[in-house]
């Protein structure tokens, strides 16, 4: 493996893979916080133009992250497809990038979803521009099924993300029709609890399986506490649709989270199970729900010298063993020490859509940012519409575009409904049948101002309030 070249008669050589790998990635944050980016342009072009020049058989044979004391690389590695792999395997890094990006084999692209390992796609997205990354996303299409029809040409789905600082389910209840009357909520609607209790958590699953029976909405619901709160309130009799966990890229940050990879076989299990015994007219079998973040790992101390990018990619690879019906990147959450700026979340976004859509997952988005950091709600357009070009499955949906619980900014319903015009694109199916048979909407467009519908649909909200209680 050659790990040195020469850049305007200046010499760089590199230590080993993960060196190349870290210098090769664009401007983070937490790679500088972490003491492993490139320390100029001229290196970080070093680094790119070595890891062009590798062979996708070189990266397989130098794993990053230990498989022996790593489970999150053996996953990875004993998950490869390594017959599909075996037509790509000599391609370099940089000839690999050609053919995502080769008009005439984009229908042989989905074959690659299983021959790639996560290290793979994340060396490719260092070798692309933020419009590379849009284009090649853009030819994926990854559909699932729970109770309705997710990832379809021609659809944003939204995940209506209807917090409330005190677990209020009045007010939880009452935002999740907002949004719901504005045309969202296909993806998921999901609630992130203040309290992580399984009292709390059944509360909330509970009222919003009651919102969706009461209005025959075809979506979902999930109350994302941690895996084993939810597990207990299915136990206890909650309605579980989707079942949710945050996941990282290595054994150790998944420790940090108090999860496993046993532990989410065990929840995958348990969760179908509970889907077959019951009433529902289930449109497939996916039921898990992950979201991730670049920068989680450091965070946890568990980033083992790897730059943020190869670890969120990582990650993805745990998610994809467990066939999701739904997964996002909360690209800006973590805060600017992992991503300072627009600039970092932006690309950091159109990276994570990338790579989880070449790895075959129905890859969403939270475009987000914290108050402290150096973007703002231009910045989230921005992104929003960008992903949505790209062929994004679902993007998360907030109040007025700022999260009254988690304290940070995202996009309203009104942002997701005006790229949905811009661009032509529509609910998911099921959905948009739904919107169309309640008047919310006509001919396949949001109607504007106060409608019967509206005021029909609002007034039910006192009774199942009370059936609730």
């Given at each position: ?20 790998f ?18 100029s ?6 680094a ?5 020049d ?31 792999f ?51 996303a ?32 009045g007010?939880?209840l ?7 009357l504005?045309?969202?909520g ?45 597990l ?20 150790a940050?998944?420790?940090?989270f ?14 179908r ?12 079998t ?17 980033h ?21 019906f739904l ?13 300072a700026?627009?600039r ?17 997952l129905?890859?969403?988005?939270d ?10 709600q ?21 109040p007025c ?14 942002d ?51 059936a609730?209680?």
């Open positions: 493996m050659k790990l040195s070249t020469t850049v305007r008669h200046e010499s760089f050589s590199f230590a080993d893979l993960r060196e190349v870290a210098k090769a990635n664009e401007e983070k944050s937490g790679d500088q916080l972490a003491e492993i980016a490139a320390r342009e001229s290196e970080r072009v070093a790119k133009r070595v890891l062009a590798l062979s996708l058989a070189e990266i397989i044979a130098n794993p990053l992250v230990d498989p022996d004391h790593d489970d999150v690389s053996r996953l990875i590695l004993d998950g490869q497809d390594r017959r599909a075996s037509a790509v395997s000599s391609l370099t890094v940089g000839e690999f990038r050609e053919l995502l990006l080769d008009d005439s084999v984009e229908d042989d692209l989905a074959t690659l979803h299983w021959a790639v390992t996560p290290e793979i796609a994340a060396a490719v997205a260092k070798l692309m521009s933020n419009k590379d990354l849009v284009l090649s853009s030819r994926f299409r990854i559909i699932t099924r729970c109770r309705n029809t997710m990832g379809m040409p021609g659809v944003l789905g939204v995940r209506v993300q209807p917090n409330h600082p005190r677990d209020d389910i007010g939880v009452l935002s999740a029709l907002d949004g719901l504005l045309g969202c296909d993806a998921m609607i999901g609630v992130n609890p203040v309290s992580e209790s399984v009292d709390a958590t059944v509360g909330l699953l509970r009222a919003l399986d009651q919102l969706i029976s009461t209005y025959e909405i075809p979506t979902q619901a999930c109350c994302l506490a941690h895996i084993s709160t939810q207990e309130a299915m136990d206890r009799g909650a309605p579980v649709d989707l079942l949710f966990q945050s996941v990282s890229g290595t054994q940050g998944n420790e940090s108090g999860v496993s990879l046993n532990l989410l076989r065990e929840g995958l299990e348990r969760v199970e509970h889907h077959r015994n019951r009433d529902v007219a289930w449109a497939g996916q039921a898990m729900y992950f979201e991730t973040g670049q920068g989680s790992a450091l965070s946890a101390g568990a083992h010298g790897v730059d943020q990018l190869t670890l969120e990619a990582r990650a993805y690879g745990v998610a994809r063993a467990f066939d999701p997964i996002n990147s909360v690209v800006g959450f973590i805060g600017p020490e992992y991503l700026d627009e970092q979340i932006t690309r950091a976004g159109l990276e994570d859509h990338f790579m989880g859509k070449l790895l075959g129905p890859m969403g988005c475009v987000c940012y914290t108050n402290h950091a150096a973007a703002d231009n910045s989230a357009d921005n992104l929003l519409i960008l992903l949505a070009a790209a062929g994004c499955n679902y993007v998360i949906g907030v575009s700022g999260d009254v619980m988690l304290n940070h900014q995202s996009v309203s319903y009104h997701i409904a005006g790229v949905r015009k811009l661009l032509n694109l529509n609910p998911a199916p099921e959905f948009a049948q739904w919107l169309e048979s309640r008047g919310i909407f006509r001919n396949g467009r949001l109607r504007s101002g106060e409608t019967p519908a509206e005021r029909k649909m609002i007034s039910g909200l006192t009774p199942l309030l009370e609730v209680a």
